[in-house]
Nanobody
């Protein structure tokens, strides 16, 4: 399993931007499908975006056109650029790793076998 550490969260006003990072350990990062999830208090965890090993991306409808997921395999780092932030984007954001051969819906947490500790994003 890969170890994941998120950073870049913070407090921002509505309409602002933040860029989250997720640093991974190990030598297999490039082969993993990587995802971003979020969970707000009292709400279920939600899949936000994913990027596969071939660079293909998927997004939740709620963030399409505002968020952009990317990866730098040479740095073993996953990113989430968030723009036009809204108060409803407030949540703890987690990155997660899905090993090759996993099956399932990209937004299903069960597809991922590693998860970071999370970074808080607050939009007011």
């Amino acid at each position: 399993d890969v170890q994941l550490v998120e950073s870049g969260g913070g407090s921002v006003q509505a309409g602002g931007s933040l860029k989250l990072s997720c640093a991974a350990s190990g030598n297999t990062f490039s082969t993993y499908c990587m995802g971003w999830f979020r969970q707000a208090p009292g709400k279920e965890r939600e899949g936000v975006a994913t990027i596969d090993s071939d660079g293909s991306q998927s997004y939740a409808d709620s963030v399409k056109g505002r968020f952009d997921v990317s990866r730098d395999n040479s740095k073993k780092t996953l990113y989430l650029q968030m723009t036009s932030l809204k108060p409803e984007d407030t949540a703890m954001y987690y990155c997660a790793a899905s090993p090759p051969g996993s099956s399932g819906t990209w937004s299903s947490a069960s597809m991922y076998n590693s998860r970071g500790q999370g970074t808080q994003v607050t939009v007011s």
